[in-house]
């Protein structure tokens, strides 16, 4: 039953929307299992339990659910199937993923750190249009990309696809979900021409120091890099780089109120005090390996070499947590 690949041949359970997530949680909290432990005692995989189920991308097996019931009851089996159910779909209906029917439910997060790099990265390098966010970027930096795909789908629940575009030395990555734009709505993101319409992050990322330093690694990684300050000296700076008036006005809050002192013209913004670029990255850090990887240089060698450079090492190195720097 619980190998990949293998669908479970039973009749299907159609709940009301938002149930079968309700259904699960209560069934859980009732065993006193994890995830892992629940999906081990049913025999399936931890992944079909946690995203497919509970989020209600595929319908629950009415075998499974009546097996849950019976060993963690909350509510009578005849309750369920009166209030909770809508229908019983035939065991060889070829099942398919909630979405073609309804809206693409998702994962609504919590404030925290991670969530405020995903709106820096948003606001760096995405565009909003009514269905699609895309987010797009130089092809070097794949390894960026899959670590931004974990992100999404551990904030979210929701799958991205990762394209290579044909003859250009791009990537992008997008994310098919009308929900995830009106929760992107909801948070200051704007639809089409983001500096048109003004485009600016939340008030709440102001809020908190971890929200801060989240929402300026996303924007690091996007929208800035660190550089060499001048020829023949072991000297860098941190920059960012935007035509927008109000996300430079937010980079500048941001680094402000994160306890740095930042210079600014008409496009960039800079962190220049060498004590400060140290420290930008034992508290802010980097996800992107084009960052990282410069900075390791920067810190052996006193030099900082030019992306082309290093592009096999950037290609090749894999990020699974965002990098901050041992304070000394």
Known sequence: MGKV???????????KIGLQKIFLIKIKEKSCLSWTKLAK?????????????????????????????DEYPFEKWETIESKWITGVLDEDWRQKSLADNIKKRIEIP?????????????????????????IAGNSNELMHYIYLNQKIKMLFGLDSKIIKIKNQNSM??????TELIKFLIA?????????KNKESLPDWIFEKKEFIYGALRGLFDTDGGIYQKQKRYKRAIIEFQTESPHIRKNLF?????????????DVNVRIQNQAEVLRFFQLIGSANPKNIIRYTYFIKTGEIPLKEKLKK????????????????
């Open 5 to 15: 690949g293998i669908s479970i041949k039973d009749k299907r359970l159609k709940f």
């Open 313 to 328: 090492e950037i290609i090749s190195f894999k990020v699974e947590k965002s990098f901050k720097a041992p304070v000394v």
């Open 41 to 69: 005692r049913l025999n399936v995989c931890t992944h079909t339990l946690m995203f497919d189920w509970r989020n209600e991308r595929s319908t629950l097996p009415q075998g499974i659910a009546k097996k849950l019931l």
């Open 253 to 265: 809050e941001l680094i402000e109120k994160a306890g740095f002192k930042p210079s600014k013209s």
């Open 110 to 134: 919590p404030r925290s750190e991670e969530l405020a790099e995903i709106f820096g990265i948003v606001l760096g390098d995405g565009h909003l249009d009514r269905k699609v966010l895309t």
């Open 172 to 177: 992008q990555l997008r994310v098919n979900s």
């Open 187 to 195: 948070n200051n993101f704007v639809l089409g021409d983001k500096i």
